[in-house]
C-alpha cells in the first residue's frame, strides 16, 4: 500500500524505525536497575535486545518452545528460529523483542508485533511469545515484560496490546488476569 494512501495512525507508526523504539526504549524502559517488588531481591531489567544477546537469549527461546511442547523430534525447524532472530534487527519487520536481564544473565523474553485491524484504525500489538526462566517465576519479571510490551505500544501510538496461551498455563493466568481482560474468545487454527 503506498504511503500517501496509510492512514495518519499507520504512518506515524511506519516512521518509527527500530532504532527510534529502540531508543526510546533504552530511555523509557531502563533508566537503571529496577526493583520490582518485595519478593524481588535483585535489580532485574528490561531492554531491547541487542544482536550480541543471541547466546543468551536461545535458551530462553528454546525453553519457550518446550513449554508449548516445541522440542526434540516436534522442535522448530533451525531456519525458524534464525529468520525469526534477524527479524528482530530488520527495520523493515514489525517484529519486535525485549529481555529481563538480571546480573549479566538473560532471564526472560517477550516478543511482539505491531499489525493492521479492521476493527480499529491505529495498528494493534499482538504479544506473540512471554517467557521467563522456572527460577524467577513468580517474581515480577513477566509482569516487567509485558508492562514493557505496553509502553512500546504507547510510543508507537497503538492502545491495544493482547495474547493468547494455551489454557493449562494457570501460572501464567494469574498474571494474565491482572494485567489484562480475556475477552472470552476462543482461537481456532489451522495449517494450509
Same mark, same amino acid.
Request: charged share 20%; proline share 5%.
Given at each position: ?33 529496577? #526493583? ?109 515484560? #509485558? ?46
Amino acid at each position: 500500500m503506498p504511503t500517501a494512501h496509510v492512514p495518519a495512525a499507520h504512518a506515524q507508526l511506519q516512521m518509527l524505525s527500530k532504532a527510534d523504539l529502540h531508543s526510546l526504549a533504552d530511555g523509557l524502559l531502563a533508566p537503571g536497575p529496577r #526493583i520490582v517488588d518485595a519478593v524481588m531481591t535483585l535489580p532485574v531489567q528490561v531492554r531491547p535486545v541487542a544482536q550480541g544477546d543471541y547466546s543468551a537469549w536461545r535458551p530462553l527461546w528454546d525453553g519457550y518452545n518446550a513449554f508449548y511442547g516445541r522440542h526434540g523430534e516436534t522442535a522448530l525447524a533451525e531456519n525458524i528460529t534464525q529468520t525469526t532472530w534477524q527479524r528482530f534487527f530488520d527495520p523493515s519487520e514489525p517484529l519486535f523483542a525485549v529481555v529481563a536481564e538480571e546480573q549479566g544473565q538473560l532471564v526472560g523474553l517477550a516478543h511482539y508485533l505491531f499489525h493492521r485491524s479492521t476493527t480499529r484504525i491505529e495498528p494493534s500489538c499482538y504479544l506473540s511469545d512471554l517467557f521467563t526462566l522456572h527460577s524467577r517465576r513468580g517474581q515480577g519479571v513477566g509482569r516487567l515484560l #509485558i508492562e514493557a510490551v505496553y509502553e512500546q505500544a504507547r510510543l508507537a501510538g497503538v492502545k491495544r496490546v493482547y495474547w493468547q496461551t494455551h489454557e493449562s498455563n494457570s501460572a501464567g493466568r494469574l498474571l494474565y488476569e491482572k494485567l489484562g481482560s480475556h475477552h472470552g474468545f476462543i482461537v481456532y487454527v489451522r495449517d494450509v
